[in-house]
């Protein structure tokens, strides 16, 4: 019962490398999102997507790029890593945003030097 | 502009100390209130949501209550396995579809 899965766990870029946080679930879930957290600020929305094919943005989306071709899967892209994006980042998924809980995945701890 | 707030920022206390966490809102239409708990190095695990006000639910030593505006996890004689960051969350609808996480408690229990 694996439900919400993140690759990799931890990663270090240098400025201007770009990459892919691969977030993955099991549970058909319609709804998926990333989440950044830093200290003092919280948890904040990057993009979402209520279903394959649809992606929108949240509060803090420069920089980041998703795309949403299958339920399970909810890639997101990394185009010019900066050092402002050190961060811890979330994946999420929920039947129903706003009405269910959202499950999270163990997270990935990226380092931009 | 939908908000959540936590209170305290941290709390210590001894083992069998109860307390009570809060959790205050204003969110539009509120849809749910969600709690959370996160340990170190991991992501936020879903423990509680409550949808209407005088709802209570209950799980080992916690329990959370909702008011109109706020929202309680009550802590009775906690173990240090308790230790962890406590976050609330409600669903906005203002803009994007999103959570909005208050800034959460960070729970020490004390052997």
């Known amino acids: 019962n694996a439900g919400v899965t993140q690759t990799p766990k931890f990663q270090v870029l240098k400025t201007g490398q770009s990459m892919t946080l691969q977030c993955a679930q099991d549970?058909?879930?319609?709804?998926m999102s990333w989440y950044r957290q830093d200290p003092g600020m919280g948890l904040r929305l990057i993009h979402y997507?209520?279903?394959?094919?649809?992606?929108d943005q949240g509060e803090v989306p420069n920089g980041y790029n998703v795309s949403r071709s299958t339920t399970e899967d909810f890639p997101l892209r990394l185009l010019s890593a900066a050092p402002s994006q050190t961060s811890v980042y979330f994946c999420?998924?929920?039947?129903?945003?706003?009405?269910?809980?959202?499950?999270f995945g163990q997270g990935t701890r990226l380092t931009v030097v | 502009e939908d908000q959540v707030t936590q209170s305290p920022e941290a709390l210590r206390l001894q083992e069998g100390e109860s307390s009570s966490l809060n959790c205050s809102y204003t969110?539009?239409?509120?849809?749910?209130l969600f709690w959370y708990r996160q340990d170190p190095g991991k992501g936020p695990e879903f423990l509680f949501t409550?949808?209407?006000a005088g709802e209570e639910k209950e799980k080992e030593r916690l329990k959370a209550t909702l008011t109109k505006k706020e929202s309680f996890l009550h802590i009775t004689a906690p173990k240090p396995e308790d230790s962890a960051t406590y976050l609330c969350?409600?669903?906005?609808?203002?803009?994007?579809?999103?959570?909005?996480f208050g800034q959460g408690t960070r729970l020490t229990i004390n052997p």
């Open positions: 999420a998924s929920s039947s129903y945003q706003g009405y269910t809980e959202a499950f």
């Open positions: 549970m058909n879930h319609e709804y």
């Open positions: 997507s209520v279903g394959a094919g649809i992606t």
């Open positions: 969110v539009s239409g509120l849809r749910g």
């Open positions: 409550l949808y209407s």
């Open positions: 969350a409600a669903p906005s609808f203002q803009g994007a579809q999103k959570l909005v």
